[in-house]
């Protein structure tokens, strides 16, 4: 009989583990995606626009002035590795930041997003070459 209730007991705490888990992954990408819908709007783009997937993407690949046909590359074992820290730097770039806030985006994006979105940082347009 106590094994059935050790066992009862044991389930039940790890369903419970299981369920925590997923409501804090939710809490999060809840978070990094509302903070990309502000960050797309501080540089001018549709907030909706970070709710779409791939539509968000070539969102982000024209806020850093890199042509559509990047979403390619980003399908491409390891290449995809390799753009995505490119395309994470220039959006730092693109709001004065520096290589370092790169590997924050990259690694704790949940944090530097919302720094991205309701911080001080305001988006920066690259000069235009005189034609």
Known sequence: MNAVIL????NTVAQA????????????????????????EKAGEPGWAALVPIYNTLTLLRIVDKPWWWVLLLLI???NLIILVWVLNLLGKRFGKTEGFTVGLL?????FYPQLAWG????QRP???AV
Do not use: D, R
């Open 17 to 40: 583990g299981v369920l925590m888990i997923g409501a804090g992954s939710l809490l999060v990408a809840g978070v990094i995606t509302t903070a990309l819908w502000k960050t797309f």
């Open 120 to 123: 001080e940082a305001t988006f």
């Open 77 to 79: 074992p390891y290449v």
């Open 7 to 10: 066992l009862s007991t044991a």
């Open 127 to 129: 000069a235009q070459p």
């Open 107 to 111: 690694f704790l994006p949940f944090i």
